[in-house]
């Protein structure tokens, strides 16, 4: 080394600061040190390979899923006029709801303390699948269709009885922010399938009346303090799908390749001053947003598809943002290697209009619902596919606002019980599992918790969810917190 360069470096290391200092640390001397502690060479292996990128582990089982695609309906999906069929509350129409049955029940602020609890009837008739028996309402006949096809959950349970809350809980384990969500902990655990498309994609709609005020916040599908190049990637409805995916005019391909070239050996160089992970993020990041310039137009692009696929997702497949437009899509992803897709749908928070929302929520969400699980298994990939279908929490047995006002009255939240439904991935077709009391307000059989549903997930995608964890704050996290169970019973 000259004289200058040894110079140089005498500089950098002065001008280094406390930050770096540590960073280095603790990728250099410090992780020797916490290996020797450690002292068994396969422990530590193990204990430092979480510290990073992914971890060489999984799946530690084998996997009956591969990919999953989660069809979240945020707002509050009604059980008891879906999925949960109770025919006696139709004559019981108006009657209060005994205290027996409601004790012990949060509820949220709107109805805690209403003197009276009036009964609301289903809104329509429930009908029987012909193949498997299964009841469902006449509002999503589609779904009903393929009822043969999907194991209908009836017994699910939260304590969250507001949205955010809610949402959060499903979509990171946790009420409040800050985890990662369930598609970062997948990439984190199980690395990308796909050289041209992010593992975690997600892709927002709501309802065309606007009706339902819920937001879609950024930590439903982030990374929290897992390394940010876990964190979903969002896919526009209106204009590119991703922000800067076209070039500048002038600008070649050939040109943008060495842009990003020369801008990664800048990170290098600094990635090997500092030891910040979240520089190999950028890295990585500005190296896939190449790839995608040529691999997301073409994903986008239907064109290809026929015209019976199509119509299968109903006209709405046509409108750019739509909830059946992004299920298409969402199998266009699945087939090119994409591992966790999440839809968010928004639009049934239905507290004084339900006797005419909850039929246009179903007109646009049952028919594309349907046709993603019926086109994925045409083409062989429903068998390694877990599609997931379902909100925060249900809605109340009982009503809220004047119930004998055929036009303006709902229900409240209600997250004590309520519904959803699974289908592919290890999951048992053509079942009901759980059993909710006689108003649909209470579990009596197979309940099965938020946490209890991310550790079924897990496991049908061969990860342990005890084992996938990150250390951060002095402890290690997972996405089941310290809780949660496989339910078997759901498993084919």
């Not at 084998?62 to 707002?75: C, D, E, F, P, S």
């Not at 290697?337 to 339900?354: E, P, R, S």
Request: aromatic share 10%.
């Amino acid at each position: 080394m000259s004289f200058d360069q040894h110079l140089n470096e005498s500089a950098k290391r002065l001008n280094q600061t406390r930050r770096q200092f540590f960073g280095k640390s603790a990728t250099g001397i410090g992780t020797a040190a916490l290996a020797s502690l450690i002292g068994k060479e396969g422990r530590a292996a193990e204990t430092l390979a979480n510290y990073g990128s992914g971890t060489a582990t999984f799946p530690t089982h084998t996997a009956k899923a591969k990919r999953v695609i989660y069809l979240m309906q945020t707002g509050g999906p009604s059980h008891l006029d879906l999925f949960d069929y109770k025919p006696g509350m139709y004559a019981r129409h108006g009657e209060n709801i005994p205290e027996s049955v409601r004790a012990g029940v949060r509820l949220s602020t709107m109805t805690g303390n209403y003197k009276e609890y009036p009964v609301l009837r289903p809104l329509q008739n429930f009908q029987q699948n012909k193949n498997c028996g299964t009841w469902m309402s006449d509002l999503v006949p589609y779904t009903r269709e393929i009822a043969d096809k999907i194991c209908v959950i009836n017994s699910m349970n939260t304590e969250a009885v507001n949205h955010a809350p809610g949402v959060t809980f499903f979509t990171t384990g946790h009420q409040l922010p800050g985890r990662p969500s369930m598609g970062a902990w997948m990439s984190y655990g199980l690395g990308s399938a796909s050289e041209d498309l992010p593992s975690f994609v997600v892709m927002l709609s709501r309802d065309r009346e606007n009706s339902c005020g819920q937001l879609f916040y950024d930590y439903y599908w982030g990374s929290g303090f897992i390394p940010s190049k876990y964190q979903g990637v969002k896919f526009r409805g209106q204009g590119d799908p991703v922000l800067f995916l076209s070039d500048p005019k002038g600008l070649s391909r050939d040109m943008k390749k060495g842009l990003i070239d020369d801008v990664a050996a800048l990170n290098r160089e600094h990635y090997e001053d500092v030891a910040d992970p979240e520089i190999q993020t950028r890295i990585a990041q500005y190296e896939m947003a190449y790839r995608m310039q040529t691999s997301v137009p073409e994903l986008t692009d239907l064109s290809d598809e026929p015209q019976h696929i199509l119509d299968m997702y109903g006209p709405d497949v046509h409108r750019p943002g739509s909830f059946a437009r992004n299920c298409l899509l969402a199998r266009r992803l699945a087939e090119r290697g994409t591992q966790f897709v999440q839809l968010m749908h928004a639009g049934w928070d239905q507290h004084q209009n339900i006797p005419t929302q909850l039929a246009v929520q179903c007109k646009d969400t049952d028919q594309p619902s349907a046709a993603l699980v019926k086109d994925l298994e045409q083409r062989g990939l429903l068998e390694d596919t877990l599609v997931i279908w379902g909100g925060e929490f249900g809605r109340t047995p009982f009503g809220q606002g004047d119930i004998n006002n055929e036009l303006k009255h709902g229900r409240d939240h209600h997250g004590a019980a309520f519904s959803i439904w699974m289908a592919g991935g290890g999951v048992a077709p053509g079942k009901v599992y759980g059993q909710t009391d006689d108003y649909a307000y209470n579990i009596v059989d197979g309940k099965l918790h938020v946490h209890d549903f991310h550790a079924t997930v897990m496991h049908l995608l061969g990860i342990d969810h005890e084992k996938l964890t990150y250390r951060f704050q002095g402890r290690r996290f997972r996405l089941t917190d310290v809780h949660g169970h496989v339910v078997k019973g759901i498993l084919s």
